[in-house]
């Protein structure tokens, strides 16, 4: 079995419930690609599964490191490669799960660039520039310059987005990628219809809520000493909340704010995945047809 498979796709839309069925059928070893369930005592917004489905369901990579600490993307596809070779050794199938498609797509395909000469002087330019007016917004300016490589990455993407942008303005060429993955993969990307997927994203709030999510963001807070500028306080469900600890916003007025960032955020990811290449599109309602996809393809 050399294959891994990935199952992506935005946020509310099903992915652990099929991850578990696969973990099952496929005798699969469950390795999280979520950026934010890697933090410990942040539980109910970052919607991880139960303690008990967790005995049940073990997975790699999840409360791996607490939430006043610091986590890049090369730290992440450097321990899901050792999950990956230790899944192997137990000759189980590989299935990384979540909706973070710059960790996925970090994984598959090596962040390289051919050897060029550097610029520090407009990489800091074109960084600022992202803090000040948005990633959006520099990569617009790539897509102007070379809308060729623009068109093969994400305006998230902001390290590949600079770096060209780099190569571009010493007016060297970017030779590009093939995009061969270091894996032989299945991606499956997990959709729905938006009307459903919004309805389920405000219903699992409601739910985040009413399960005690004030209370956890206040206490891992209050724990770690944590700011609003915090890498972990940067999540959707725990960054609203200092609004209404600073008095501007009600706790209604956060809870609707979560809910359309989560709406929003669930949009971008789709948008991401869409850049992914072999990307395989299927609506979680023909879950059936998924499992006979994938006992044909892995």
Same mark, same amino acid.
């Given at each position: 079995m050399n294959k891994i498979l990935l199952i992506g796709g935005s946020t509310g839309v099903g992915k652990t419930k099929l991850s578990l069925l696969c973990k099952d059928i496929f005798n699969g070893y469950l390795i999280s690609c979520d950026s934010m369930q890697i933090y410990k005592d942040m539980n109910i917004g970052t919607a991880k599964i139960s303690k008990e489905e967790q005995k049940q369901y073990p997975h790699a990579l999840i409360d791996i490191i607490t939430p006043d600490k610091e986590f890049s993307v090369s730290e992440y596809v450097k321990l899901c490669k050792t999950e990956i070779d230790k899944a192997r050794k137990l000759n189980k199938l590989p299935i990384i799960i979540g909706g973070t498609g710059l960790y996925m797509k970090s994984l598959l395909f090596p962040y390289s660039f051919n050897s060029t000469y550097k610029n520090?002087?407009?990489?800091?330019?074109?960084? #600022?520039?992202? +803090? !000040? @007016?948005?990633?959006?917004?520099?990569? #617009?300016?790539? +897509? !102007? @310059?070379?809308?060729?490589?623009?068109?093969?990455?994400?305006f998230n993407d902001t390290k590949r987005v600079i770096r060209a942008l780099e190569i571009l303005d010493n007016n060297n060429e970017i030779k590009l990628d093939e995009e061969k993955s270091r894996y032989n993969y299945e991606l499956i990307v997990l959709t729905c219809e938006r009307d459903i997927l919004y309805d389920r994203i405000n219903n699992r709030v409601e739910e985040m809520f009413n399960d005690g999510l004030l209370n956890e963001v206040k206490q891992v807070i209050k724990k770690y000493n944590l700011t609003r500028e915090s890498q972990s306080m940067q999540a959707i469900g725990y960054r609203e909340f200092f609004d209404y600890f600073e008095g501007l916003k009600t706790l209604d007025e956060v809870k609707d704010k979560i809910k359309q960032n989560s709406r929003h955020y669930a949009k971008r990811q789709i948008t991401w995945f869409k850049t992914m290449p072999n990307a395989k599109f299927m609506n979680i309602e023909n879950i059936d047809e998924i499992v006979s996809y994938l006992k044909q393809n892995l």
């Open positions: 520090e002087e407009l990489r800091m330019y074109y960084e #600022n520039l992202c +803090k !000040e @007016k948005g990633n959006e917004f520099v990569y #617009n300016i790539l +897509k !102007e @310059k070379n809308p060729d490589r623009a068109s093969k990455l994400h």
